[in-house]
């Protein structure tokens, strides 16, 4: 059983930058998909991004394309989300997710395991 472990959240002015990490346990990280999640309170949990085994497929929510980027470090088993110019509708609890193939992940259906979620918080 993989266990994903995120870190990197907190609280930040709107504009502000954060990067959120994720480790992952096991030796097979290299042989899937990864992505990012996030719940805002009251609303369901939404894709953000996600990144294909290899790193060379990349896939963005609309809200999110051109300020967020999505990487990994398969060597250290680390998939990262680079979050730019944050504004407070960004506010929500962000979740690491593994997928179930080596394709990108853009449905919570498509994901095998789950992080514990970091929050990220921007105040205007």
């Known amino acids: 059983q993989v266990q994903l472990a995120e870190s990197g959240g907190g609280l930040v002015q709107a504009g502000d930058s954060l990067r959120l990490s994720c480790v992952a346990s096991g030796r097979t990280f290299s042989s899937y998909a990864m992505g990012w999640f996030r719940q805002a309170p009251g609303k369901e949990r939404e894709f953000v991004a996600s990144?294909?085994?290899?790193?060379?497929?990349?896939i963005y929510a609309d809200s999110v394309k051109g300020r967020f980027t999505i990487s990994r470090d398969n060597a250290k088993n680390t998939v990262y989300l680079q979050m730019n110019s944050l504004k407070p509708e960004d506010t929500a609890v962000y979740y690491c997710?593994?997928?179930?193939?080596?394709?990108?992940?853009?449905?919570?259906?498509?994901?095998?395991?789950w992080g514990q979620g970091t929050q990220v918080t921007v105040s205007s």
């Open positions: 997710a593994k997928g179930k193939t080596t394709v990108v992940v853009p449905t919570t259906s498509g994901v095998g395991s």
């Open positions: 990144i294909s085994w290899s790193g060379s497929t990349t």
